[in-house]
């Protein structure tokens, strides 16, 4: 339960960061604080406590396998989650450098050309 | 196996890959190599069409050659079909309108390559049936767009693609978040198992998974309380891209999920239509009033985008056959519409370098030919007789009176002379009025006038669709989908 609470804190956080911050940057870490804590939730409900790697053995059965292996699907999932994440964060990067290049300043509220 | 489902991705994704090797310095033959992809891909979802409206089945199909349950499962329905066909329809369009266009632009090759994406991404949401491969898709679209919004670098554009991918991205990990939910609920991704094991959950669990998707696809659909990188985003991109977003992208990446989601998903659960009625009435009003007192064209018209995209969220909120009826015609109609406007206004932009409603007159005068596609996308929109638009919000304002909602139909009355409204004044301001005598003829390319007179044609027999036979055999089958389908009969086995 505690590390579902962690989660939650987690978003939370990481919300913040993407709403009350005003540099892009941190902007930018609350987004990556965000997809980690997403990342996190895929990655508990997956897990088993002493598992094993979600490959089998010879000498178990599948019954036996099953109970004790931790799920592969999510940490499947969470990859791709990742690569996604990393998309984002290299775009924004970008555009981050491009922006201060035009308007000198990462500050959003000095931002603001478009209005209305 | 129907192996053909799976072309309208594949298409684009070799496209987009094979493009930047093959012609990253040939602009002109990355341009027409697009858009022969586009009207390839336009060719494999008629087929399609026809195999699905005909014998009005759905074709099923588990990726990779693996068995029923295991394989990703994706689905081509008289839904999804009507989509698909609209989509790579105005795709083609607006790829051969961007030849032209981006002949000011320089290494427009890697414009058509995330074109391309954006186009693997929708037709990807359209066919899949399992919920993490709609994520995927929905991100590579999604990306592939913040990208081409920034595509020409001026500050304004950056500032807009800045705003637009934060935005988006709580938009995605709300989705996320809630596959995750979704997967520690029930332990499975496709929708069909999910749905069954759902139907044991607790309401509340479903409530909360409701309210994740909901919020990540109404950021997508621009929906009121979550509209706010739009304006921005649509008018600050480039013409093409600017016509792709809001006539297509916003429909099939934010509103075709929430079509899904409030009818063949979450359909038990009614509160979703109060809930949609809700940001319906919020974005018809308040996208109508703010477009009201717009200079900029482009922004005058994604803010119209907003209000149009409220009229189909009051019709799925309202729901039953009339509702959905103009839901799908309001959608069909205004894609062909807005994409319309903004390529003609971007031809406006391409030859007088300014899309601000202060500094153009008498436009009438100078460029006859745009001016009269210009006047027939902004009719469509407004919804004067013979345009697809008039009948989708006539079929909608029934529906809400026979439902039971009069102040809802006022409204909607209301919001359609609004609609009006401004787009008079900016023809009035803008178009039919007296150019200086300085003023040199400026009509636009050939190239461009094209696609848009195809557009113009579309949008104003789009009511052609109402026709009783016509009807029958597409509009009837896909509100059938919406009135009663549902994801837990598809058989995938066990």
């Known amino acids: 339960m505690i590390i579902y609470l962690l989660v939650a804190l987690m978003v939370f956080i990481g919300l913040y960061g993407i709403i009350a911050k005003k540099n892009i940057i941190k902007i930018i870490v609350g987004m990556n604080i965000l997809g980690y804590a997403t990342n996190l939730l895929f990655i508990v409900l997956g897990y088993k406590w002493n598992g094993i790697a979600p490959i089998i053995p010879q000498n178990i059965t599948v019954e036996r396998f099953v109970q004790t292996a931790v799920d592969p699907l999510p940490q499947a999932l969470v990859l791709t989650a990742i690569v996604i994440d990393l998309g984002f964060s290299a775009f924004l990067a970008a555009l981050a450098i491009r922006m201060y290049a035009k308007y000198g300043t990462f500050d959003t509220d000095k931002i603001r050309r478009l209005k209305g | 196996m129907n192996h053909s489902i799976i072309f309208p991705v594949v298409i684009y994704l070799g496209g987009a890959f094979l493009l930047p090797l093959l012609y990253a310095k040939n602009d002109l033959l990355a341009g027409i190599v697009t858009s022969a992809l586009t009207f390839l891909s336009f060719l494999v979802s008629v087929l399609l069409g026809l195999t699905v409206f005909t014998t009005g089945e759905r074709i099923l199909y588990f990726a990779g050659g693996w ?281 406006v932009e391409y030859m007088t370098g300014t899309t601000d409603s202060d500094k153009l007159k008498g436009l009438y005068d100078r460029m006859p030919y745009t001016t009269a596609l210009a006047s027939t996308g902004m009719f469509g929109i407004a919804g004067i007789p013979p345009m697809g638009n008039f009948w989708s919000k006539l079929i909608i304002i029934f529906s809400a009176v026979q439902a039971g909602y009069p102040g809802i139909a006022a409204l909607c009355v209301l919001v359609a002379v609004i609609t009006l409204g401004y787009f008079l004044k900016l023809q009035r301001t803008v178009y039919y009025n007296k150019a200086s005598d300085t003023a040199k003829m400026l009509e636009a390319p050939s190239g461009m006038l094209a696609p848009m007179t195809v557009l113009a044609f579309a949008a104003v027999f789009a009511g052609i669709l109402l026709i009783p036979g016509i009807r029958s055999c597409c509009l009837d089958k896909a509100v059938g989908v919406m009135e009663n389908f549902s994801y837990i009969n598809v058989d995938i086995g066990d």
Not at chain 2, 80 to 97: E, G, K, Q
Not at chain 2, 129 to 141: G, S, T, Y
């Open chain 2, 67 to 347: 068995q029923k349950p295991l394989g990703i499962a994706l689905m081509v329905d008289p839904l999804s079909c009507l989509f698909l066909i609209i989509t790579n329809f105005i795709a083609f369009l607006i790829a051969v309108y961007s030849i032209t266009y981006t002949k000011k632009h320089s290494r427009a090759a890697y414009f058509y390559v995330l074109f391309m994406l954006i186009l693997a991404g929708m037709n990807g949401i359209l066919i899949s049936m399992d919920l993490f491969n709609i994520f995927v898709f929905f991100e590579i679209a999604s990306i592939a767009s913040f990208v081409l919004v920034a595509f020409g670098l001026r500050a304004e554009e950056l500032e807009a693609s800045l705003k637009y991918t934060v935005i988006s991205f709580i938009a995605s990990t709300m989705i996320l978040l809630g596959l995750a939910v979704v997967y520690g609920f029930t332990g499975t991704l496709n929708i069909t198992a999910f749905m069954r094991i759902a139907a044991g959950l607790p309401q509340t669990h479903l409530w909360f998974i409701l309210g994740l998707f909901l919020a990540g696809f109404a950021i997508k659909a621009a929906l009121v309380p979550f509209h706010a990188w739009l304006p921005d985003a649509h008018s600050m991109a480039p013409a093409p891209v600017s016509a792709l977003l809001s006539g297509l992208f916003i429909k099939v990446v934010g509103f075709y999920g929430i079509i899904r989601l409030a009818t063949n998903i979450f359909g038990s659960i009614p509160q979703i239509r109060v809930v949609l009625l809700l940001f319906g009435i919020l974005s018809m009003v308040l996208g109508g009033l703010m477009a009201y007192g717009q200079k900029n064209i482009k922004r005058l018209l994604a803010y119209s985008t907003i209000s149009q995209i409220g009229y189909c969220a009051i019709g799925l909120g309202i729901g039953g056959y009339l509702g959905y009826l103009g839901v799908l015609l309001h959608i069909i109609s205004h894609a062909f519409s807005k994409s319309l406007l903004f390529l003609n206004i971007g031809a």
